[in-house]
């Protein structure tokens, strides 16, 4: 008899991946069989950088994951995981706040879908933790150095979106 392979989705927006999300991907793909990172396609919002180019970013920085691979989806995060078979939900919680964000969500998920997802929360590692996407924006909006907060691939593809911008 062979073992059901343990699934998980990581969802979130990804504008742009962080320092934070990849460990918490590095993390998770130890967790989980197969850790499929899905990138939200939200259209009431338009993003810094777009849906590929998000999907582009995270794939190369993870090529080394035999476990990982990445997708974009739109809709209930709930729905895609019933899709792929995914009993478990990723998130990366930062602070109190963040967790006063995602139980909501979490109890949601569960209760979306039958048999009811899981989500599993990793605590963002100390050094890590002040990191978000929206931070990086606004430094990179600004050509500050982004070095601490994103690999040098991400750096280099937002200093050149900022420089192309009008
Ligand atoms: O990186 P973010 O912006 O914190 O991620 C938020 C995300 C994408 C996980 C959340 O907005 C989401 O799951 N959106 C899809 C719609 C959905 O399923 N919402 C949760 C049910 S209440």
Do not use: C, Q
Not at 57 to 83: D, K, M, N, Q, T
Not at 105 to 125: D, I, Q, Y
Not at 129 to 158: C, H, N, Q, Y
């Amino acid at each position: 008899m062979t073992a059901e392979k343990r699934i998980a989705v990581y969802p979130g927006s990804f504008d742009p991946l962080t320092r934070g999300h990849l460990d918490l991907i590095r993390r998770g793909a130890r967790l989980f069989d197969r850790l499929v990172v899905a990138v939200l396609v939200n259209p009431e919002k338009e993003p810094f950088l777009s849906e590929a180019e998000r999907v582009e970013l995270i794939a190369r920085e993870v090529r080394s994951e035999p476990r990982v691979e990445v997708r974009a989806f739109g809709g209930l995060v709930a729905h895609l995981a019933a899709e792929l078979g995914a009993r478990w939900l990723l998130r990366g919680v930062r602070s109190a706040a963040d967790l006063e964000f995602e139980l909501p969500m979490a109890h949601s998920n569960h209760l979306l879908k039958e048999p009811g997802v899981e989500t599993v929360f990793l605590p963002a590692r100390p050094e890590l933790a002040f990191i978000s996407s929206r931070l990086v924006r606004e430094i990179a909006r600004s050509g500050g150095d982004l070095r601490p907060f994103v690999t040098p691939g991400v750096a280099k593809l937002l200093a050149g979106k900022v420089r192309g911008r009008p």
